[in-house]
């Protein structure tokens, strides 16, 4: 008979947990420790709690409502409460997408083995004289546009790094051709740099997360503009991204 009986409450524990999954099935993993620990603490209060609307003087009635009757609400009230975080968190989202924007180029930029910095702003702003920060990789973003749902920004890219002078590099080419120095060599890595963040807005991971290239990128070389001898690449390029803006 005890058997029999502990059969039955764990048969219906499960059935319990089934229909209510917004509520027993362990949620997401975006909580916190301190969160998962309160919730374990407090899970049978928080719920007569929750029910009461947090007033100790209604516990008693609430505790004889019927079980089904209590779990329904309390998962309503448990996914209503999601879905409005969720909803607060894509307006958020929506109104930072220029940020988002710019972190992502500079993420993706940092992640290249040929760039040891990223910077964003005026150039003069940037010191050039300090050679431990390149290869660099120096943005702007140019011009904005509206487009309906998308935002269409226009950026500047500059991809480069510093031209050293040593015969050793031209070893067995021909000065007239390649002349004492690595500046074929800076090109050819900081063109690598701009062609690998091109790809990826026009076909691969950023294009997928909506950071999308519009049109051709151009690439014109440059040489010793600044204060060290430098060589590399200005890119220029547009990117779409969603405007998710309401007027909610």
């Given amino acids: 008979m005890w058997l029999w009986v502990q059969w039955f409450f764990l048969q219906f524990n499960e059935r319990i947990a089934e229909i209510y999954a917004e509520l027993f099935g362990g949620g997401s993993n975006e909580g916190t420790d301190a969160r998962s620990n309160f919730s374990r603490k407090w899970s049978s209060y928080s719920e007569i709690y929750c029910l009461s609307q947090g007033d100790i003087t209604r516990f008693k009635k609430v ?86 749902s998308v935002w269409s920004f226009s950026i500047s890219l500059l991809c480069m790094d510093i031209v050293e002078e040593n015969k050793n590099f031209a070893e067995g080419i021909p000065n007239e051709f390649r002349g004492n120095n690595n500046e074929q060599d800076v090109f050819n890595t900081q063109l690598a740099v701009g062609n690998r963040l091109i790809e990826l807005l026009r076909r691969g991971s950023l294009y997928v997360e909506l950071y999308q290239l519009q049109g051709d990128a151009t690439f014109e070389p440059f040489v010793d503009r600044f204060e060290n001898k430098l060589a590399g690449w200005t890119i220029s390029f547009n990117v779409e991204i969603p405007n998710g803006m309401t007027i909610c």
Wanted: glycine fraction near 2%.
């Fill in 63 to 148: 505790a004889k409502l019927p079980l089904h009757q209590c779990l329904m609400y309390l998962a309503f009230e448990k996914e209503k409460a999601e879905l409005e975080s969720l909803i607060i968190k894509i307006k958020l989202n929506n109104m930072q997408g220029f940020y988002n924007l710019t972190d992502k180029i500079r993420e993706t930029l940092q992640l290249d083995q040929y760039v040891n910095t990223v910077t964003y702003g005026d150039l003069f702003d940037v010191d050039l004289n300090k050679q431990t920060i390149f290869p660099l990789s120096h943005f702007m973003v140019t011009n904005a546009v509206l487009q309906e």
